[in-house]
């Protein structure tokens, strides 16, 4: 089995190899990829979409990376691979970002990605550092994890999803916070994975481990 880790030039890729990496030896579930090359996409057997920065530049960054964008959408929705977004990675599967200017995204799960709004003044955006998991439907990826599971944060922008049968869990940040959203061969994580220790390389291996 191949995982491809869609490198087009939105962030920092080594702690994500690293940690993909480690879980599939760990998991024996094959070989993980860096990748900028749209025939690699297109041949993976699973596919992830990492992402730091704003939504439209991502977006456009995409987009204008060789290729990338058109193999990607072909894998995921004629392919049916297993996706897996990582921050503003899952940010970009909402129908519409808000970010800066309205940017239309993948549109692979209904919803709009709008500045986090704590209703508490104390708290600060961007929303930074570890949060508790509060499961809202099962999935996969949960195996040996619970409510109470902390991850980490770094984002000013969240996903308010259309349908709440799409948001499979989300944090308390004065007001719920999307977390985790998914349907089909589809999740997204708006914690980075990789930097949440126990549980975030748990839920990588979930994901590796995944059969939809």
């Not at 999307?178 to 990789?194: K, L, N, S």
Request: proline fraction near 5%.
């Amino acid at each position: 089995m191949l995982t491809a880790i869609i490198d087009y030039e939105s962030g920092n890729l080594h702690s994500a190899q690293k940690a993909f990496e480690r879980m599939a030896r760990e998991t024996g579930t094959g070989e993980v990829i860096v990748t900028a090359r749209a025939a690699d996409v297109a041949r993976a057997d699973r596919l992830v979409l990492p992402g730091d920065g704003a939504f439209p530049a991502c977006m456009a960054a995409l987009k204008g990376a060789g290729g990338l964008y058109d193999a990607m959408v072909e894998a995921v929705e004629v392919k049916g691979r297993p996706f897996l977004g990582i921050c503003v990675g899952m940010q970009l599967m909402a129908t519409m970002g808000r970010e800066y200017s309205n940017t239309a995204g993948l549109g692979w799960i209904g919803g709009e990605v709008t500045r986090i709004m704590p209703g508490e003044p104390a708290l600060k955006v961007p929303h930074m550092g570890w949060n508790d998991l509060v499961i809202d439907h099962p999935h996969a990826v949960f195996d040996g994890i619970a409510t109470g599971d902390h991850t980490y944060f770094v984002h000013s922008y969240h996903m308010a999803v259309t349908d709440p049968a799409e948001r499979l869990a989300h944090v308390d940040y004065g007001g719920d916070v999307t977390a985790i959203i998914g349907r089909d061969t589809m999740i997204g994580m708006q914690f980075h994975p990789e930097k949440s220790q126990t549980t975030g390389l748990k839920m990588i291996a979930n994901f590796l481990a995944w059969k939809p």
